[in-house]
């Protein structure tokens, strides 16, 4: 079992900039990839940026150029840059990971950006 503590987000205004932590209970070394989903109400989770073990990243079209997923190893954590955020940046994001076996999810934590 893979425990993910999330931290970060809140609100900003549109430009701005946020950053989500997420902090997993086993080393990195034992996670094939990890990254964040977003979900607004009534629709499922969209991925949004995620990186492997071999440090390859794969971002949603809509946030290439202004989120980061970025690693740290030491920490067994995974962060997500956030600039020049827009309204439809908002909703809550969710740390996602997986290992060879399956995914596991954080509680969530929400973005609002305000115009």
């Known amino acids: 079992q893979v425990q993910l503590v999330e931290s970060g987000g809140g609100s900003v205004q549109a430009g701005g900039s946020l950053r989500l932590s997420c902090t997993a209970s086993?080393?990195?070394?034992?996670?094939?990839?990890m990254g964040w989903y977003r979900q607004v109400p009534g629709k499922g989770r969209d991925m949004v940026a995620v990186?492997?073990?071999?440090?390859?990243?794969n971002y949603a079209d809509s946030v290439k150029g202004r989120f980061t997923v970025s690693r740290d190893n030491l920490k067994s954590s995974v962060s997500l840059q956030m600039n020049s955020l827009n309204s439809e940046d908002s909703g809550v994001y969710f740390c996602?990971?997986?290992?060879?076996?399956?995914?596991?999810w954080g509680q969530g934590r929400q973005v609002t950006v305000s115009a």
């Open positions: 086993v080393s990195l070394d034992s996670i094939n990839s």
């Open positions: 990186m492997d073990n071999g440090g390859r990243t």
């Open positions: 996602y990971a997986n290992n060879a076996i399956m995914g596991f």
